[in-house]
């Protein structure tokens, strides 16, 4: 898969002023830590409808958000290019919902990628260790790149465990 397949689409989102980042498995691999990359996952900060209008020519589908931990009101697929919107990115944490910030710490040949430090979160609270566990490590190698503020704004979150808030204090 070619991040570049993904411009046409980010142009239209930039088009249309809707805020995204590029997350998952891309950002991992925009970072060196994964080699393959299985989709193409877009955060997006907007109302469904401006996301619809943005792609109405395209093949999208609906998909279900899916269960527990994912809170977030929409994900629109488009399948043919491997691309999942996720609107309003959010997950439950032990007592509430956590609502990931679309927060860029990079653009990669013109799409911007979502910060290290959300997907962190995202996969702790998803239970997917392994690539938790490459962005802890990728974190704390790279003390000099990690966003601070951002790390001290996401702490305020109430529901975090007391592993995971250790985890992101450990950051900063």
Not at 17 to 35: D, E, F, K, Q, T
Not at 39 to 66: F, H, N, R, Y
Not at 161 to 167: F, S, V, Y
């Amino acid at each position: 898969m070619n991040h570049l397949d993904l411009l046409p689409i980010v142009k239209r989102l930039e088009a249309y002023h809707i805020p995204y980042a590029l997350g998952g498995s891309g950002m991992l691999r925009y970072l060196n830590l994964i080699h393959e990359v299985n989709d193409w996952d877009l955060m997006v900060e907007c109302p469904k409808s401006t996301l619809i209008e943005a792609i109405q020519d395209l093949d999208w589908a609906e998909l279900p958000t899916g269960g527990h931990p994912f809170a977030s009101p929409y994900r629109i697929s488009i399948e043919s290019l491997q691309i999942d919107f996720i609107g309003h990115f959010a997950l439950h944490t032990e007592s509430d919902i956590f609502h990931l910030p679309i927060a860029s710490f990079a653009i990669w040949d013109g799409i911007r990628l979502s910060s290290p430090e959300v997907w962190y979160i995202a996969y702790s609270l998803m239970g997917r260790t392994a690539k938790a566990n490459l962005l802890q490590d990728y974190l704390k190698s790279n003390r000099t790149r990690v966003n601070t503020a951002l790390i001290e704004h996401m702490l305020q979150t109430q529901g975090f465990t007391d592993e995971l808030r250790a985890t992101l204090s450990s950051f900063i």
